[in-house]
């Protein structure tokens, strides 16, 4: 499928430059995107072959306002209740490695200076939707490759799959330490896309626009209610909660064995029917669901695909576990849960479904901002200025979680090396002391030495029992408090492009009175503009309570879970201490 | 008083060499013991001074077997009870720091090569007798001033203070972690002296054999007897134990203030009546014990001059908790706490019985070897096999326990730098960051949050406060295993000096036959010096007994106390955390 992109901006070509002369509402075909310094190669209706500067042009994505009434089926979901997944993650010892988020922290968007030159396509990607791939460092090359959000629906190769399965490291990347779990992984995908808007004056019809000012809305069945609850807009929740079990992974291969796989089983609580997915499925379904609702609901990325475990097992559990995680929180959020495409993957019958609703998810042209346009808040409209407050205390929130939760994940990681590596050695070392000196003591020839010396080499092996016992700890607590703030690092990553396509429909109404006084959209276009920002609002606030409530219930538990392990491994080492005491006498 | 020297082996000068020709058997006054490379300057009776080797020369230390009769009173002594000394120790927080002990190892003398080149004083003095200072470098120049034990009794010039008391030491060397206590120190002063015996073939009459063939023992009051109890050979035991309390410490000054020093205030148990002593009184004391029971009883270095504090107060605390812990223990031995050196420094009366009492002590003849010749076992004879057996046996063991305290410092020094440095500051990010995430988490405007807040809130303070315990528990606990193991590190430094001299009379014993034949003693001489090394064996076997009764007791002790202290540890931290997990509630 060729790339369009629609002119935004009279541009006339200098002569012996390869530049091509456009026109403002012209349509181009993308001929080549990896041009750099802020030049696009594309071809006009006339066949004409030419650079154009990226920023005077937008790059179509969907057809405009053209909305497919998708068969979303909401007979599940009868009531807003509090009933999250319980996990049935194995306990395994991943090692936390931290990334500098210097270069590639999606929240600089906000920070970075607006003036800044944009040579390449993600910083000036005028679309302002989420991309599904980990984000290029937005100030390296161009020349990275493409990616995968702006091309079209892969081919359904079922042969291309080598960036799928594992693949050798050539080794795995140890920590200093040389102890505890053999996994490393960098943090979350980063889903972050530098959304540059309004880089010029005037009224342009990118982004938030194309809902904002879209002539006709989706109407029928396929409507996503918001109702007004205790703690403000709420999604509608289903009566029963969906969950799911991923499991028995299996290793298949292709291609007479040349080429292996590991295929995992879903379950749902619903059928309770198994089905088979690989990770490239898992991929796929992620792409869909965030181009489908990414400028709503933060879709969190997938596991890292660079997981590397020191064994095939080590690894494969990993990703099991991580797995299991995203899809109980995809489960678990009302409007994900209850799409078509969630539901196609796991739900379908045979092979011959599967494709079928893939093709169907695939052509889906209710993507982007266009999601908005399903939502129907069931409560009054509200103003700008609220929306524009809500909007920018949810950025704040998120930004400020992100750096706790990033906070904890560094001191989390200090801590896990610490009690895997050098407490160990050293509580080691304390009881083969006690236990050396005792010895020595054996060997004194004097009488009644066997009291003292007895004791003191069951206290040296005491102290080499709490040894173990540090190095086996975080395995036991803290693996799933870094877990949790693993996922909601990943998660709060989402918000910045989430928040952003609502940053700028706001500023788009803001300019409201201006683009009618330059005849740019008339007075009713303002009021329905006011009137869907509103909209807008409602789905954020919905999908903020749902990120609150669940915040809420994530921390309480893994809180207590952490405190009760510690307070059990704390009370252990003081009972073995005390057991340890008993054996020196009162002389 | 002019050092004499008398000449065992034949030297005839070279011309021109500014030698000096001497006979065996002649005495010469030594006049420049500084000359290095194995030289001594020494004049003869006829008044001609010239170069000798040092190697052919004994040093007179005391008149040859004229020994005095000290007024010692054993009144106060009559059976053998366990009662030690209970500590008055204060919490402080010394850094450890553990000297490496290459070069510098009392124990090296049994390993190292005995055709070694004798270059200076140290390593060729013939004497066989512990010193008074630290020992240098055996092996380093020789021009690094004279030790003290070689010159005759320092005059009691209450100026000459500079050495005594604290110094500015131009800042204090701080450990890396930057926390802990501020007070350094090495080792305990290691006492060993470089014994070198029988370097040349044949018969020397320096060393043990000052004992062993003595003509005329000492008879009368001042007996030391040993009995043999259950544990075997025991030394006669007080039915009180000697205790005493170190406290107070006065800031005196002299010279019109320009000169300051600190009084202890020392109260002995027995008359309940305080007097007062500078360090360098200490270091008086210490000099005399060392010199008259040297050879029988291994006498622990007073603690390090080079203790340096972060804070005078420090400085005086550390120091005087050490002085308490080196009088206790001289307090425990019967043989050191009954002789009148040490009764004089507990009780005298005035400054005038002071003064008289330091005079007699210096003139004391029963010093080095011949306080054997104060020993009296009530016990047969035991042959040399057993005496060489028993003295290997104490060699070994207390080579083994030294290198098994060694350890301890070690580990322990590892384990306070841990504990004091990175642990609390881990702890107290971890509380940070939960108490951040909290204050992020309060920010939300998301209603019913409080509940989880304030729990993680309180979850953060408590390890904020676990932090705190981290860095104060090794003062509680750590803090007197290391004190305890320090002493018994200084105190097994002495054994190598009194296990060569018993090493070397008992060579001495099995060239018996050979010396005989060679006509160098009589046939009544050997069985004289068989039955004395016997007695030096009670004398070993008495003072072992004591070390292993009070090791046992000691460790017992200290072992308990660390394990309570460490007990308590964990169970408060394991208190306070399940507390902060009752904060959360279950949802």
Request: net charge negative; charged share 25%.
């Amino acid at each position: 499928m060729a790339l369009k992109a629609q002119v935004l901006y009279d541009f006339t070509a200098e002569p012996g430059n390869n530049e091509l002369t456009v026109k403002e509402g012209e349509t181009l075909t993308i001929t080549n995107q990896h041009i750099g310094g802020g030049w696009i190669e594309a071809q006009n209706s006339r066949g004409e072959i030419g650079l154009v500067p990226e920023d005077y042009i937008e790059v179509s994505w969907w057809p405009l306002c053209v909305v497919s009434v998708s068969s979303l089926s909401l007979s599940l979901f009868l009531s807003f209740i509090h009933h999250f997944y319980c996990s049935f993650i194995p306990h395994i010892s991943p090692l936390y490695v931290i990334q500098a988020s210097n270069g590639n922290d999606p929240w600089s968007v906000w920070n970075a200076d607006p003036s800044g030159g944009s040579n390449n396509n993600w910083a000036s990607n005028p679309e302002g939707t989420q991309t599904g791939k980990t984000a290029p460092d937005p100030w390296s090359s161009v020349s990275q490759g493409h990616p995968q959000a702006y091309q079209g629906p892969a081919e359904d190769d079922e042969w291309d799959d080598e960036w799928d399965d594992m693949k050798s490291t050539g080794g795995y990347a140890e920590s200093e330490s040389g102890d505890g779990g053999g996994i490393q992984r960098g943090g979350a995908h980063a889903t972050s896309m530098k959304i540059s808007l309004n880089k010029f004056p005037g009224f342009s019809k990118s982004g938030p626009e194309l809902y904002l000012l879209c002539k006709q809305l989706t109407k029928g069945k396929d409507k996503l209610p918001i109702y007004v609850g205790e703690v403000g807009p709420v999604w509608f929740y289903p009566e029963t909660q969906l969950d799911c079990v991923v499991a028995d992974p299996k290793k298949g291969s292709k291609m007479y064995g040349l080429k292996s796989y590991i295929e995992y089983q879903i379950t749902p609580s619903t059928t309770n029917r198994p089905v088979n997915h690989r990770y490239k499925h898992f991929d796929w379904l992620y792409e869909r669901l965030l181009d489908k609702f990414g400028s709503a609901i933060p879709i969190p990325s997938l596991p890292d695909k660079q997981v590397t475990g020191r064994f095939e097992e080590e690894f494969i559990k990993m990703r099991m576990e991580r797995l299991q995680g995203w899809m109980s929180r995809m489960c678990r959020h009302p409007v994900v849960s209850s799409s078509e495409v969630f539901q196609l993957f796991l739900t379908y019958k045979d092979e011959k479904e599967w494709k079928m609703g893939k093709r169907k998810a695939e052509k889906d042209e209710t993507v982007g901002v266009m999601i908005f346009s399903t939502i129907e808040p069931e409560a009054p409209d509200i103003d700008l200025i609220e929306v524009d407050q809500k909007c920018e205390q949810f950025s704040r929130f998120t930004k400020a979680m992100d750096d706790g939760v990033k906070e904890i994940l560094t001191v989390g990681h200090e801590h896990w090396k610490r009690c895997t590596g050098p407490l160990p050695k050293e509580y080691q070392r304390i009881g083969k002391a006690f236990q050396n000196l005792s010895s020595v003591f054996n060997s004194s020839g004097y009488q009644g030495e066997s009291t003292l010396t007895d004791a003191m080499t069951a206290a040296g092996k005491t102290y080499e029992e709490i040894a173990q016992m540090f190095a086996e700890q975080p395995k036991k607590d803290l693996h799933f408090l870094m877990e949790t703030n693993n996922e909601y690092k990943g998660l709060l990553g989402c918000f910045p492009d989430t928040i952003g396509v609502h940053k700028a429909a706001i500023d788009k109404v803001k300019e409201g009175d201006k683009l009618v006084a330059t005849s740019k959209i008339t007075p009713h276009e303002k009021v329905t503009m006011a009137k869907r920002v509103s909209v807008m609002s409602y789905a954020l606030q919905a999908e903020m309570n749902h990120f609150h409530s669940n915040r809420i219930y994530d921390y309480n538990r893994v809180m207590q879970l952490y405190l009760e392990e510690q307070v059990k491994f704390y009370e252990t080492i003081a009972a073995k201490l005390r057991q340890a005491h008993g054996q020196f006498t009162t002389m």
